[in-house]
């Protein structure tokens, strides 16, 4: 019978170190069935449709950001000059965190302060998560009243000493508040504009008081693989 996915086509399938794995799947039951396929041959293809934000290693532990999938909602219809219009909430993103290295019994990722649940990928030490966040506040959207949480602050707390030792920072925007007038030109320069809005510091400094190393522990039942910070 058919997997009844449920939840998860909106939770696990919109991080793309899944869905890349499930496009492996795909790729080998093609040369089983005598088609001689080559992953590597779709590896430009994933990198354009997922771009790299950035990377940071600390203490070990290598941590790296990449866009993920969020499906955007079609509101209802609202009064414009001239007629009716149905605009999209895009001010929802989602990026997933893969973290490899992670000594799971002393530290713990968060991000804005907050524990976030990595699942395992099959890979030993390897974990990912993903976070779902307001990034810009438009006019006509769904919960209004909810602030935009960028930029998002990840860190990698030690639970012992109770302290981060490294993270990173990612804005939505130029983080200095530049207002490009053009599309860019070619992939470098738009390569560069998404380098800019990431910084590899920027990390919670000070003691921090979070719960234990939460690896395989979701924080919702109904999405176990997403951060979603509209949720305090």
Partial sequence: ?????????????????????DFHDVMAEMRASGFAFDDSWFAPHVEFRFPLIGSVCSAGIALTLRNALEPWHVMGEEGAPG?????????????????TGLNESRYVVTCNGRAMSLQPTGVQGEYVAGVRYKAWNPPSSLHPSIGVHAPLTFDIVDTWMKRSVGGCQYH?????????????????????????????????????????????????????????????
């Fill in 1 to 21: 019978p058919a997997t009844r996915w449920g939840t998860e086509l909106h939770d696990r399938f919109m991080l793309p170190k899944f869905i890349e794995m």
């Fill in 83 to 99: 007629g009716t219009a149905r605009y999209v909430d895009s001010s929802l993103e989602r990026i997933e965190v893969r973290v």
């Fill in 172 to 232: 939505v925007a130029h983080p200095g508040g530049l207002s490009y007038q053009s599309l860019p030109v070619n992939a470098n320069e738009a390569e560069s504009r998404r380098l800019s809005r990431f910084t590899a510091m920027g990390h919670t400094p000070g003691l921090m008081q979070v719960p234990p190393a939460t690896i395989n522990v979701p924080a919702s039942r109904e999405f176990p693989f997403t951060l979603d910070l509209r949720r305090d």
